[in-house]
């Protein structure tokens, strides 16, 4: 792996802990104005000081991020779709790697779904991408998206992630779930999980802390933390568990809800 590839993965997987704290701003690419998310630039630049780097999409980059913001970008590459489209997983590749160097991102981000009806194309996407970001050093995180058919078990998730980093994924993103460490052992490059749809604050962060307890490099989270009543209590509590190692139990004591 070159200078510049290692380098953007410490920017985003802080080297002092082995871990990172992702913030996932990216869901309108599909979902349009997500609730939390319906006016984005205040949420982000409340939330953002305490991200280790900022998933999301090109326009919303440029429109309500600072360019002299200093937080590392992950930029999500794939979409085209839509949740009232015909099948989720009909996704292209969005964005060409000369505009993402452009925007000075640290890593780009795209969907793959295996099982579903466009596994191929999604597949061939990452492969696609992941050849023109080794030619300029820029990581590539993939994302295992779960159609509705699909099972989030560990056999399930442990075979998309394992395609995904065969096909040279830097880091890989997914769901927790049971037996999630065999997920991570059988995935040779870091794993970091989604948060999904929104849960109770106790939860999300109990899921949090297992998560890392059972050897994922650290979530990449939107929904339960621009949807809870406390942001960036949520936040800061999720970095507590992520970084300090610090128990759900304390870290739901510091939020405000
Ligand atoms: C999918 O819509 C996106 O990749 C999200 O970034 C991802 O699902 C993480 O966000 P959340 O924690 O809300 O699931």
Not at 235 to 249: G, P
Request: net charge neutral; proline share 4%.
């Amino acid at each position: 792996m070159d200078w510049g590839m290692k380098n953007r993965i410490s920017r985003i997987i802080k080297p002092k802990t082995g871990k990172t704290v992702m913030l996932a701003v990216d869901h309108g690419y599909f979902l349009g104005p997500t609730t939390g998310l319906e006016e984005p630039r205040d949420v982000i630049k409340q939330l953002v000081p305490f991200a280790d780097s900022l998933m999301l999409t090109r326009g919303l980059l440029r429109t309500v991020v600072d360019p002299a913001n200093d937080t590392p970008i992950v930029l999500r590459v794939s979409g085209a779709n839509s949740i009232i489209g015909d099948d989720l997983s009909n996704e292209a590749i969005t964005v060409s790697v000369e505009d993402a160097i452009r925007l000075n991102v640290s890593a780009v981000a795209l969907s793959i779904y295996v099982g579903g009806k466009y596994e191929h194309q999604t597949l061939k996407n990452l492969a696609t991408i992941i050849s023109e970001c080794e030619g300029y050093g820029i990581p590539v995180l993939a994302v295992t998206a779960v159609g509705k058919e699909m099972a989030r078990d560990a056999k399930y998730l442990s075979l998309a992630c394992r395609i995904a980093a065969e096909l040279g994924a830097h880091i890989v993103k997914t769901y927790y779930c049971e037996d999630f460490e065999k997920v991570v052992k059988s995935c040779p490059v870091p794993v970091v999980i989604a948060g999904g749809k929104k849960i109770s604050e106790k939860d999300a962060l109990e899921l949090a802390f297992n998560a890392i307890r059972d050897g994922a490099s650290g979530v990449d989270m939107g929904r339960n933390i621009f949807q809870s009543k406390d942001p960036v209590g949520m936040i800061k509590a999720v970095r507590s568990i992520v970084h300090e190692k610090v128990t759900a139990e304390k870290a739901f004591e510091t939020l405000k809800i």
